[in-house]
């Protein structure tokens, strides 16, 4: 068996305190935690970030560290866990006991969010579960007591399973509590677009998940200051430049299910999103329990 990579030297008592919770592969309804998709918890860049995300707005505060050797997690990283709450939340409603403790593959975590399956793939698999375990955060969010400290990492620890010859079983994860209980409450966890894991910058996926989370399916959708937008991103790059990078993606229009639009007013640049209304026919047979077909010859 490989080393495990553990942030505590408690962590196998608290393995041996869990359930074993054995992941179904299978067409699941990918699932998000509503806190991850309203807040700045992930870096939107591709290359190592180390600088800290320090957030506050009014009673609500983030603080995201890395340490150098791995950076800090990314937006990409968070499929992992996007991943474990689709896992989770069809097993509750399936009735079947769930856990934090977890085993799976990387083939079955790598094409549920449409990765490749090459030994690549793995290798990015493996850096992405190791700056999951070593980002640690703190925040007031889901805090009865505001100015409390929730002090956690995305993961508690993992690690790669092999037999006795050496041969690769899977991998096996503890998520933290803070996830864990955010996934379980059905007032947290929202359904997103599968083509969510086609999009391939941080600032796209980043705000399909503030549009999915703030817009909904509401006619009006929603609309945010780019300023505001810019606060809550965490992004390190300075607001001229996110304000180019917004203007870019509205020019594409590339998120599921949204339509963006710019405007200006009394000096200040807004950025709205409305839902494109649904396909009457996809909706008719949802309705009846037939799944809809996605390409027509």
Known sequence: ????????????????????????????????????MAWPFFSLAKTRRTTPIDFRMGATWIS???????GMATIWDADV????????????????PTSRLMVTTPHEILAFTRRGTGK???????????????????????????????????????????????????????????????????????????????LTGGLERWLYRIARKHGGRQDGGWSFDVPHLHLK??????LRRFAFELRAIVARQSLPGYVLTLENALGRDRLNFAPIPP???HAAMRRVGL?????WP
């Open 64 to 70: 995201v560290e890395a340490v150098f050797e791995h």
């Open 279 to 281: 396909d009457p026919l």
């Open 120 to 198: 690549a793939s793995y290798e990015r698999l493996k850096a992405a579960l190791d700056r999951l375990q070593s980002t640690t955060v703190a925040t007031s969010i889901r805090q009865e007591h505001q100015r409390r400290r929730r002090r956690f990492s995305w993961i508690n620890e993992w690690r790669e399973l092999a037999d006795g010859n050496g041969r690769a079983l899977g991998i096996e994860l503890i998520l933290p509590d803070w996830f864990y209980d955010g996934v379980l409450d059905r007032a947290l966890v929202l359904t997103i677009d599968r083509a969510y894991f086609d």
């Open 233 to 238: 991103s965490g992004a390190l790059s300075p």
């Open 81 to 96: 866990l996007i991943w474990a709450a689709s896992q989770l939340v069809a097993a509750r409603d399936a009735g079947r």
């Open 1 to 36: 068996m490989h080393p495990i990579r553990s942030q505590s030297g408690c962590a196998n008592g608290e393995r041996t305190q869990l359930e074993l919770f054995r992941s179904k592969p299978g067409d699941l309804a990918p699932r998000d935690a509503q806190d991850l």
């Open 291 to 295: 799944k809809p077909v996605e390409n």
